[in-house]
């Protein structure tokens, strides 16, 4: 089964800021730290904990991207009975109808 996610809306990019820190530190991805570590590829190191040292902010090819979400629409993949449904999302009021895949 697979999922296929559809999501519009207003997005802010955020890359630096205690929001953006808060948000690696608490509940984000742990994959930029194969990516963000300040000493490079190859580069002779003292001590193995010395390449275990990631600074995240600044860091050019990963964001916090905040979305405000007017309308969700969700495919599910299942062989051949495929369910598919929207959320429209207006100020308080929000509507959940299944649609025709």
């Known amino acids: 089964m697979r999922l296929q996610l559809r999501v519009t809306g207003n ?26 570590s300040v000493v490079a590829p190859g580069a002779e190191i003292e001590s193995p904990e010395e390449a275990y040292f990631w600074h995240l902010e600044n860091t050019p090819n990963f964001c916090l991207i905040k979305i405000k979400a007017i309308r969700m629409e969700f495919l599910q993949l299942d062989g051949v009975k495929h369910i598919r449904a929207e959320k429209i999302i207006r100020e308080k009021n929000e509507t959940i109808r299944w649609i025709a895949p």
């Not at 690696?24 to 994959?31: M, R």
């Open 11 to 36: 997005a802010a990019i955020i890359k630096a800021g205690e929001e953006f820190k808060q948000n690696w530190k608490d509940q984000g991805s742990k994959s930029p730290h194969s990516y963000t």
